[in-house]
């Protein structure tokens, strides 16, 4: 049995990450329609889907040929294709109501990140299953609502947080899970950056409280959901520090840092900036223990750049390549699982609360920015829109934080 799904939203991430995990999948799922208020941008990304069959085809002919010649002595004895192209073109659409009535079995959502919360409550309450992008929604409410309308309606409902499908983060995991670290002390989040004005052009909704959040939401919140799940503890605390420093054309910050206290005593350090001139420094990963440390770094925390345990100084993953973009290459096997859980009826391996975890964190910045003073955990009732009007500054308070109580 095959999936019927449809894309919402078609712009970078959607036309590349999502059409590239789709076409990957084809075996489990067909694209039956993409949708954008744009229609250029919807067709763009259908004849992406198209083409991303035609390249599939290619290399499964490539390796047709190869594995002949290797069994027929070097004799090309074969015919003509063995398969045609699977991909039938999505149907066009610039309005994804369209589709609550249709027969098709979940969306994922690739808008901007102020709309995430509205198109997901909305397929939810259409019967949909949801794979929504990062983040998942701006607002504690709306997270907590989506998550009740997924379990209410028995549907799956998960979040685009794929560097956690990266085989070197899996591989961390693995390790954490083994205990070969003992005792985690502390894990650090470093994400330097830079995002200069003509990023900033090309979608007005960026770097807006309503419509966006600033650094630590959009270009922080991969890593910063690494650090708590390789923790794997909940937040207890937290004292940070936001500012504006080099983007005055923005409502948002460009720098964060924040110290987060967990429930098993291990400490988070974050650090964002989207200040690093002339270009994207780094995004690592750092794992302190007190039988192990290890870095991972690249241009999608995909490269293990420390390895070191007893006995142990390095890693087959340290000569790993990067993928083509900080975006990794993470989509396909999320989607796959994506697809799994709901043919399996079971949990996919990131949940909605998984999504939220990260995303409270950030809130959490913002509100120790805002209140100056540090915050506690659960964090009840907060998002973006309550920074409105905030002047960004340096704002740090050590009181009653990173106790031992």
């Known amino acids: ?46 004849e992406e889907y198209m083409k991303r069959g035609e ?6 002919e490539r390796e ?19 398969s045609e192209p699977n991909l039938q073109r999505p149907r066009v659409i610039s309005d994804y109501k369209e589709l609550f009535s249709s027969q098709i079995d979940f969306v994922t959502i690739a808008t901007e990140s102020g709309n995430h919360y509205k198109n997901t409550i909305d397929f939810l309450s259409a019967g949909k299953h949801v794979l929504v992008e990062k983040p998942m929604a701006l607002s504690t409410d709306h997270m907590d609502e989506m998550i009740s309308i997924a379990r209410e309606k028995n549907l799956k409902l998960a979040v685009c947080f794929q560097n956690r499908f990266n085989p070197p983060v899996q591989e961390l995991r693995r390790a954490i899970e083994a205990g070969k670290f003992g005792r985690i002390f502390s894990v ?3 994400i330097l950056w830079n995002r200069n004005v003509d990023y900033y052009q090309q979608a007005k909704w960026r770097g807006t409280w309503e419509m966006d959040g600033g650094t630590l939401m959009n270009q922080c919140s991969h890593n910063i959901d690494l650090l708590q799940w390789v923790l794997g503890g909940e937040a207890t605390e937290l004292v940070a520090i936001t500012d504006n420093y080099n983007h005055p054309y923005v409502e948002t910050e460009d720098f964060g840092a924040a110290i987060v206290r967990f429930n098993n005593g291990s ?32 241009l999608a925390v995909n490269k293990i750049q420390t390895w070191r345990f007893e006995g142990e100084d390095s890693h087959p993953f340290m000569n790993l390549p990067d993928p083509e973009t900080v975006y990794g290459s993470g989509h396909i096997p999320l989607f ?63 009181e009653g934080i990173i106790s031992d109580e």
């Open 64 to 82: 047709r040929i190869r594995e002949s010649n290797e069994t027929q002595n070097g004799q090309n004895r074969f015919s003509s294709p063995s």
């Open 1 to 46: 049995m095959k999936l019927r799904a449809a894309l919402i939203g078609c712009g970078r991430i959607g036309t590349k990450k999502h059409i590239e995990a789709f076409a990957a999948n084809s075996d489990l799922i067909d694209l039956v329609a993409v949708c954008d208020l744009v229609p250029e941008k919807a067709e763009r990304a259908a």
């Open 188 to 190: 650090t989040a470093r």
């Open 267 to 298: 400490t988070g350090l974050i650090e964002g900036t989207a200040n690093v001139y002339p270009k994207n420094l780094e995004e690592t990963l750092s794992v302190f223990g007190e039988k192990g440390t290890v870095v991972i770094g690249g």
């Open 55 to 60: 390249i599939a085809l290619a290399r499964e």
């Open 336 to 398: 796959k699982d994506f697809a799994r859980a709901i043919l399996e009826n079971r949990e996919p391996f990131l949940t909605g609360e998984d999504g939220k975890r990260a995303v409270e964190i950030i809130l959490g910045i913002y509100k120790a920015s805002k209140n100056g003073r540090h915050v506690t955990f659960p964090l009840g009732s907060f998002s973006t829109m309550e920074m409105m009007g905030k002047v960004l500054e340096k704002t740090c308070t050590t």
